[in-house]
C-alpha cells in the first residue's frame, strides 16, 4: 500500500462518494476506486460498502481511517514545517474555528501576537462546526483548534479557556425584557432560535432542558450566534445564547440579556493533537488567546486520551 492509496481511501470516507473524490483529484472514479481495491487485498477484508446514495467504511475501513487520519496529520504537519525552513519564511500558525470565533475571543490577541511576530503568517480555517474542526485538526490541515468543548475525542489533546454563561436573548420591547433573570420554567412552551442539533452547544443545551423537564420549541435554526442575537433583538424569537462581551453595551441598543444561572456554563478552548509536541508559534498563540480570554490563561492543557 502506499501513502496515496491511504489519502484517497480517507478522502472517500470523508466525502462517502467515490466520484466526489474524482472530481476532487481531477481523475476519474475507476482510478479512485483501484486506490480502494489495493488496500483491500493488501488487507484481506472490504473496507467499504457501496450504497445507492454513495458508500460508507466498514467496520475495518473505520479502524483503518481512524489510523490513517491520525498518522497522515502528523506527516502533514511535518512536511508543512519542512517547507517553511527550505523556503526560509519566519513560519506559520494554522488555526481553525467558526466564522465569528476571531471576532468574539481573537481579535485582541491577534493584534498582539502580530506585534510580537511581526513575520509569521497566521492562517485562518473557518468551519460550521466544531466537528469540522476537529477533522480539520486530525488531518493536518490545522495546528490548533477553537472549539466548544464538549465529549473527550481520542487521541485529541484539549484546553480549556473559557467559561461563558448562558443568557436569554430578547427584544427590548418584549414582555421578559424586565426580568432580572429566567428560570428554567420560563422556558417552558418557548419558542426559540436555535443553532443546529449536531453542535456541541445545542446538545448541552438539549442535555440540560431534557433533565430539567422543559420542553421548548426551537421554530427557527441559526448557523451561528450572532445570527441568533440579530434576530432576537428584531423581535422574532428568543434565543439561549453564551453571554459574549460584544453583545452589550451602545451596539445593540434593542437587545436584553438575561440570565440563566441554573445552566452550566458552555465551555470554549483550544483542541490539539500533542500539546508536548505543538511548535512553539503555535503554543504562543494559544497563550496569548487565552490571556485575552482573562482567567482562562490560567487553565491546563488536557493529554488526549489514548484508548
Known amino acids: 500500500m502506499t501513502i496515496d492509496d491511504l489519502r484517497v481511501f480517507t478522502a472517500v470516507c470523508r466525502a462517502g462518494s467515490l466520484s466526489a473524490v474524482a472530481r476532487d483529484l481531477h481523475c476519474t472514479q475507476s482510478a479512485v476506486s483501484q486506490h480502494v481495491k489495493r ?23 473505520h479502524l483503518l481511517q481512524a489510523a490513517v487520519a491520525t498518522g497522515l496529520g502528523s506527516i502533514d ?77 481520542r487521541g485529541i489533546g484539549r484546553r480549556p479557556v473559557v467559561d461563558l454563561p448562558w443568557v436569554l436573548a430578547v427584544a427590548a420591547g418584549d414582555p421578559l425584557a424586565a426580568r432580572a433573570r429566567i428560570e428554567p420554567a420560563d422556558l417552558q412552551d418557548a419558542r426559540l432560535i436555535g443553532l443546529p442539533q449536531n453542535s456541541v452547544a445545542r446538545s448541552q443545551l438539549d442535555a440540560w432542558l431534557g433533565r430539567s423537564g422543559i420542553r421548548p420549541v426551537f421554530d427557527t435554526s441559526v448557523a451561528d450566534w450572532d445570527t441568533a442575537i440579530l434576530l432576537a433583538e428584531l423581535g422574532l424569537g428568543h434565543a439561549v445564547v453564551p453571554a459574549l462581551p460584544q453583545w452589550r453595551g451602545p451596539g445593540h441598543p434593542g437587545l436584553r440579556l438575561l440570565p440563566l444561572p441554573d445552566l452550566p456554563p458552555l465551555t470554549a478552548g483550544w483542541a490539539v493533537r500533542d500539546w508536548d509536541n505543538l511548535c512553539p508559534l503555535s503554543r504562543a498563540f494559544a497563550d496569548t ?6 482567567d482562562g490563561a490560567a487553565l491546563p492543557a488536557e493529554q488526549p486520551e489514548t484508548a
Do not use: N, Y
Open 39 to 61: 488496500l483491500e487485498r493488501e488487507l484481506g477484508l472490504s473496507l467499504i460498502e457501496r450504497h445507492p446514495r454513495g458508500v460508507v467504511p466498514t467496520k475495518a475501513g
Open 289 to 294: 488567546v487565552a490571556a485575552h480570554c482573562g
Open 77 to 153: 504537519h511535518a512536511l508543512h514545517r519542512i517547507a517553511e525552513l527550505a523556503r526560509g519564511e519566519g513560519g506559520s500558525v494554522r488555526i481553525t474555528t467558526g466564522a465569528t470565533s476571531i471576532q468574539h475571543f481573537m481579535s485582541g490577541a491577534v493584534v498582539a501576537f502580530r506585534r510580537r511576530f511581526p513575520q509569521v503568517s497566521l492562517e485562518f480555517q473557518t468551519e460550521v462546526s466544531s466537528r469540522s474542526c476537529l477533522e480539520a485538526l486530525t488531518a493536518g490541515r490545522v495546528d490548533l483548534a477553537w472549539i466548544t468543548l464538549g465529549t473527550p475525542v
